[in-house]
C-alpha cells in the first residue's frame, strides 16, 4: 500500500480513496501498536520544530486534544485558540485574515473547527500549509470518519469489506453521520441500518448517495431491530445548535424510543461507537451501557489519537518547511459567479423607463424584494441615484443606478435578499455587459457572508454545478438563462476543486 499525504489539505473524507483510507488506517495501527508495545515515545524526533496550529471557533474536547496529543508525541508544538473570546474575531478579524496569520506565525499545519460549512475550503484556499478540517458547520468532520474506520479496521481485525453498521441518534444535522458513512461507501457490501425520528433521520440525498455507491441502506422500526442485524451501532448526538427553534424538550421527546439503554443492548453482540461528547441531559446513551461489553467508544476516543498522530507523521515527517512571502493568491478575490448572458440589440440601455448613460440596471428582481434590495444598497446615502420601479410590462422589478461598478459586497447583498439578479453595465448609453450573479443557496455556507468577502465559486462536477466550498449542488432556476448561456457558463468552470497556488 501507498499513498501522498504530504503536506496535503483534509477537508472532505470524499476526498479519499479507497487505498488511501486503508493505507492511513494501517499507518494509525502500527501507532496502536507502539502504544501497546510500551514505545508512546519511540517517534518523538519525527516532527521536532514542527508547529501545529489549532483553531477552533466552536467547542471541542477530543479533536483539538488529540492533536495536541499527536503532536506532542511526535516531538511538534502546537498553539492556537479555543473559542473566539480573547482573539481579534472579537475585533470582526475574517476567517481570511486569521488563517493568513497563522501561516505567518510560522507554523506548519492548521487543524480548524467553524461553524459554517465551507468554511475549511476557504481556510484551505487562503493557508499557504496544509489544513485540516476539525469541523465545518453540518458539512463534515473528515478525520472523525478516518478515527472511526481505523476503530472498526483495528477491532475487525484488518477488514473493512462486508461490514454491517447501524446508525441512530441524529442523522440528519450532524456531520460524522455524512463523513463516516461516505468513507463506508468505498468498502464491498456494506449494509447501512438505521432507526431514528424522522426529524434526525438519514437526509434523502446521503441515501441516494450511498445508493449510487453500492451501499445497502435499510429503515429498521426499532432500535433493537437494527442492534440485531449489525456489527458496529454508531450513536449520535442530538445536534441541538444546528436546529433553530428546537428545544431541548421537544428532542427528549424524540429519543424516548431511540435512546440507548440496556434493554437494547443486552443479547446482542453489536459494539457501541459513538463520536463524544454525549450530552447529559438528553442521555442518548444511559450510563449503565458503559459498563457493558457492548461499549467501544471510549476505546474509539483512543484510537483518535493514533489516527491523528499517524495522519500528522504522514502529512509532515519531511525535511523543508513552507515559507511565507506576504503576498495573496489573486484568486482570493474573484469569484466565478458571473454566468454572461447574451446582449440583444433591442432593449440596449433602455429599459422602459429613463434611459441611463453610465450606470448599472440590477434586473430581475424577486416580486417584493425591491425595497429591501433598495435599503440594503442605501445609493441615495452613498450619493448614487436610485430609480426603483415595478411595471405592468415586466413582471419582475428592477433599479436603476448611475453607480458603475457595484462592489462583490453589493452584489452579494442583492443576491441574497433576491437571488439571481441581473446586472446589466451601461456604458455611453450601451449595454456593455449582462450577467446572472450566482450564489450558493446553502444558507449556511461561507460564501454567503457578506463580511467575510468569500468570493463565490463553483465547479461543474460532471455536469453538475457545485459549490467549491460547500459542495452543495446548485441549480440555475433564472427564468431567461437560455440553455446555450448555462452551457456556456458551465463550460467555464473547473473541472474539480483546483487548489490555489499560493506565492512561494
Ligand atoms: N468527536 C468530536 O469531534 O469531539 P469534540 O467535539 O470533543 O472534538
Redesign the pocket.
Known sequence: MSADFRDRDVISITDFSREEILYICEAGRKMYEMERAGKRNALRDALKHRTLSYMFY?????????FNTGMRELGGRYDGFSGTEGTSVMKNETVRDTVTMMCANHNDVIVM?HPLDGSLQWAADVANIPVIN??DGKNE?PT?ALLDMLTIYVLKGGKLDGLRVGFGGDLSHGR?VRSLSLALSHFEGITIRWAAEDFLGMPADLAKLLAAQGVRVERDRSVRDVMAQVDFYYMTRPQLERMPGVTQKDIVGMMKQYRIDLGKVEGFDARLLH???VNSEIAEIDYRVYFTPAQAFFAQ?EF?IFHRKALLHEMLGHEGYRRYSGELPAELGVGNNRLQRKIHGAKQSGMFIDKIHDGTVIDHLGVGALRAVDEALDLETRGYSCTTAVISEKPTPFIKTNLRDLSERDLKRIALISPEPTIDSIRDGRMTEKFVYLLCANGNCISRTVNEDVPPRFYDDGGAIRCRYCRRPYTITHRKVTEEERRAYLGSLPKKIETVAYPD
Open positions: 466552536e467547542p471541542s474536547t477530543r479533536t483539538r486534544t488529540s473547527r476539525g469541523g468532520h472523525q460524522t463520536p463524544l461528547p476516543a483518535g
